[in-house]
Antibody, heavy 120, light 109 residues
Framework: EVPLVESGGDLVQPGGSLRLSCAGS????????MTWVRQAPGRGLEWVAS????????YYVDSVKGRFTISRDNTKNSLYLQMNSLRVEDTAVYYC?????????????WGQGTLVIVSS | QSALTQEASVSGTVGQKVTLSCSGN????????VGWYQQISHGAPKTVMF??SLPSGIPDRFSASQSGTTASLTISGLQPEDEADYYC???????????FGGGTKLTVL
């Protein structure tokens, strides 16, 4: 297994902000795309955002564009998700996932998730 | 509505072979390899296949195939511990997004 540990989930009011972190270890962090995937209560998996190995390319699901920012610090083997203007519908468990060396757009390892609750 | 289409539920008995399908289009499955993810009781997802490759630690009763715009996950010799939700996913170049199927609930009878 490849440890990925998320943190930063919390209860936040609508319109608020939160920053999620994901610490990777046991692999060469700079060699992999990294991704955030979320799962709302009782729902399926939903891709949120992905970032290229060197951080030069970033992609987002339409529903978070302009509100969320994915970033990484390769010196700290860490991935981040800055979430602004949070909405009730952003309530979910957020998973950090690592890509593969051979297949684009597929996650190989997952973290345990961190819970974000947006509620007044 | 998910970009990839999966059966809502599939069931099988212990020892049986079951196949889960994932249907997309030329922009996603028709162009990229597919990942399959297992989620037991809403725990963290686990990758059981990526393309035609088996991740370390995943039993070889799991296999995958892809043809045209459809991908399949086959479990040969179904075990009780295989009961879970299974999701397929791949990249979609027209959306510039990773897309998921809605998930298939596999029940082992």
């Amino acid at each position: 297994e490849v440890p990925l540990v998320e943190s930063g989930g919390d209860l936040v009011q609508p319109g608020g902000s939160l920053r999620l972190s994901c610490a990777g270890s046991g692999f060469t962090f700079t060699s992999y795309w990294m991704t955030w995937v979320r799962q709302a209560p009782g729902r399926g998996l939903e891709w949120v955002a992905s970032i290229k190995e060197d951080g030069s390319d970033k992609y987002y699901v339409d529903s978070v564009k302009g509100r969320f920012t994915i970033s990484r610090d390769n010196t700290k083997n860490s991935l981040y998700l800055q979430m602004n203007s949070l909405r009730v519908e952003d309530t979910a468990v957020y998973y950090c996932a690592r890509g593969t060396l051979t297949i684009f757009g597929v996650a190989l390892y997952w973290g345990q998730g961190t819970l974000v609750i947006v509620s007044s | 509505q998910s970009a990839l289409t999966q059966e809502a539920s599939v069931s099988g008995t212990v020892g049986q072979k079951v196949t889960l399908s994932c249907s997309g289009n030329s922009n996603n499955i028709g162009s990229y390899a597919v990942g399959w993810y297992q989620q037991i009781s809403h725990g963290a997802p686990k990758t059981v296949m990526f393309g035609n490759s088996l991740p370390s630690g995943i039993p070889d009763r799991f296999s995958a195939s892809q043809s045209g715009t459809t991908a399949s996950l086959t479990i040969s010799g179904l075990q009780p511990e295989d009961e879970a939700d299974y999701y397929c996913s791949t990249w979609d170049y027209s959306l510039s997004a990773q897309v998921f199927g809605g998930g298939t609930k596999l029940t082992v009878l």
